[in-house]
Structure formats: C-alpha cells, structure tokens
C-alpha cells in the first residue's frame, strides 16, 4: 500500500523529510517496519533517507509493507457484521457473549479470530489483525479495527487526544434524578481481585457523562459517552452511584437480573478519518435483547 503527499508552497522550504513525516503524524515505529520489513520512502519516485531535504512541489510516496497474518492467532469461519470499511478501516456490530480477543477462557472464536478468518476470506493484502478498541464479553456494539500499521498508529492517537466519540446506550437500575450529569470518579483494581474494578481515591482519573433518555418504573435508559477509557469505566461508574447496569452480575444486584448480560451497547463512533479527513459516522442499532427489555419496562409502565 502506497501513501502520497505533497509538499505544499505554505510549507517550510528545504525541510527534512523525517521532519514533514513527523508532522503528518508518521512515528518512529512505523518508519522502521517501512525500513526494515520491505516497505520504501521516495521523493518523485526516487528512493531516499529521512535526511533528504524538500522543496515545494515534491511528492513524497512511503509504502507500507506487506503484514502477514499472526501463527498465534487462529480463524474462525464464522461471519462479522460489518458496518463500516475502507482501505484502511473495519468497523463491526460485535454481538454480546462473544470474547473481544483470546484468552485461557475463552481461546477461539473470539470477535479477533473471526475478524482474521474475514481477512483471509476476503484475500486482504495486509493479513494483520489490528484491534483499535475492545469491548467486554457481555457488551454489545460498535468495535473498530485498523488494516495496516499506519492506520492503527492514526487511530491510536486520534484515542489519546480523545478526538473519537463513542457514544453508549445503557439501562440502569431505579431512576436517576438528573437529566444530564458528570461522574468523576478515580478507577482502580478491587482488591483481591484480577477482574473488578472500583472507585477508588487512588486509581486512575476517569470520568463519565450521561444523558437520561427514558425513565421507567424500576429503570433509567441513559445515553454515555466515555471521557476516558478504563477498564469496566460505565459499569463502575453507575454502581457507584447506586445505579448498577441491568442484568451486571459483577456490579448489580438481584434487582438487575431481568436481561441476560448487561444492558450494554456501544450505538455509534465518530471521527475525522485521518487519511481522507472527511467526517465518519458509525451506528450499530440496538441488538434484539435489549429492545426486548425496553419493551418489557415500557409494558410495566402500562400496568
């Protein structure tokens, strides 16, 4: 795969070409596979080092190398639901009770092994599984995945520079009394735990908002969009406020057990693709468990 840019009047003269790179966000990382693993940098299609100096008018090409798939990952034949994909990009519609990637629980047919079985289907010419984001086991919704090196090292800091919008629907347990709201609350590990998580004065700085959406008899339906991303951050988060997510055995209560896993769902991602700059929308409806469950509370409202 190939990527071009041109070096525009505006721009300094004579710059190095590390620098112009550094500057459309190419790191060091990504500059040694290109020069180790096969890939080449030219200026009018000529080879050169990071140290050749540009002018205006110059096009610089880097080609990216061929990534072939990891041994340590097996395929899965069973299909993904795509719902959005480019040359550089693959967003899909994860479904709840499937494992984002491997582990000694849950080792195959995970959401990763099904992506790499997509891949080789589909004869990608990068075979590589990049996961950009991770969803649980029992969320449900929009994951993204990056085809190449450089796609994924763009949107790992579009991630850091917080500059992609994940938007959640929840159902939490009771009625929150605000209609829009902040939760800073610290995250750390429960101790004596490899799992849970907790609000902790000690842990890391995470904070949630919300908008309530709906309210129901037992229920609150809430609209979240993660500041930070920490581990279980949303379902913490309202258990702290005493609030827990429906049908969250690890959080709730008794009280929450009316769906089968939390009433969890990542409904859209936004961003400013960074290879076209032009704005993406991604939108995953609502799976059937949890319209059901909507239904359910709005049919206790009618009694």
Not at 96 to 106: D, L, N, R
Not at 246 to 272: K, N, V
């Amino acid at each position: 795969m190939e990527i071009k840019w041109r070096v525009e009047e505006n721009e300094e003269e004579n710059v190095l070409l590390k620098t112009f790179l550094k500057k459309r966000q190419i790191s060091k990382r990504v500059l040694t596979k290109v020069k180790y693993r096969g890939g080449s940098l030219k200026v009018n299609g000529h080879h050169v080092r990071v140290r050749e100096e540009l002018s205006h008018g110059d096009v610089v090409s880097m080609t990216i190398p061929q990534e072939m798939g990891s041994v340590n990952l097996s395929s899965s034949s069973t299909s993904v639901d795509v719902l959005y994909e480019d040359d550089h990009y693959l967003f899909i519609n994860k479904p709840s009770g499937v494992a984002s990637v491997p582990s000694s629980v849950h080792p195959v047919n995970t959401i990763a092994n099904r992506v790499k079985g997509y891949i080789e289907q589909n004869d990608y010419y990068h075979q590589t599984v990049h996961i950009v984001s991770r969803l649980d086991r029992d969320t449900s919704g929009v994951m993204i995945f990056a085809k190449h090196t450089l796609a994924h090292s763009f949107m790992d800091r579009l991630l850091k520079e917080k500059e992609i919008y994940k938007e959640y629907v929840a159902y939490v347990k009771g009625n929150l009394q605000k209609d829009h709201g902040f939760i800073d609350q610290p995250i750390g590990r429960e101790e004596g735990s490899i799992i849970k998580r907790c609000v902790d004065k000690a842990g890391k700085p995470s904070v949630t908002e919300y908008w309530t959406t709906d309210r129901f008899l037992e229920a609150t339906r809430v609209k979240v969009q993660l500041h930070t991303g920490r581990t279980h951050q949303i379902r913490v988060h309202f258990a702290h406020l005493n609030h827990a997510l429906l049908g969250d055995t690890l959080y709730g209560d008794e009280e929450t057990r009316i769906i089968d896993r939390q009433a969890l769902h990542c409904s859209c991602i936004r961003f400013t693709h960074p290879f076209t700059h032009q704005k993406v929308i991604v939108q995953a409806e609502l799976p059937e468990d949890m319209t059901n469950l909507e239904h359910k509370l709005k049919d206790r409202l009618d009694v």
